[in-house]
């Protein structure tokens, strides 16, 4: 599978991604999102649940069934959206090096 079709990804999405390595619920996700980003970004919830939506039919993410029970739906990334979170970290991490050298005039290895 090409996972590269994910990229790039927009820095909310990102964030939410991030957020899931641990499972959470939709309101512990917008408090992790605001928390990570140091209060850059805020999601409000019909943006996050809509995200959501798109990233549980992307399989990125998945409820976890049996807190998903209880009142409160909590999701957790999926091994796939691991591996993409990793490819968009990389990607990123890319951009700020190649950034690095010609802003800084530095050569980094």
Do not use: C, W
Not at 39 to 64: F, S
Not at 80 to 106: A, H, P
Request: charged share 20%.
């Amino acid at each position: 599978m090409n996972l590269n079709k994910f990229l790039p990804m927009t820095e909310t999405t990102y964030y939410i991604m991030l957020s899931l390595i641990n499972a959470l619920h939709g309101y512990g996700i917008m408090q992790q999102v605001e928390t990570l980003s140091k209060g850059n970004v805020k999601i409000a919830p019909g943006t996050m649940y809509g995200a959501l939506e798109n990233l549980k039919k992307q399989k990125l993410i998945r409820l976890v069934p049996e807190e998903s029970e209880k009142r409160r739906k909590v999701y957790q990334l999926t091994d796939l959206g691991r591996q993409v979170l990793q490819l968009e970290f990389t990607r990123m991490q890319n951009l700020i090096n190649i950034s690095k050298e010609l802003l800084e005039g530095t050569t980094l290895s």
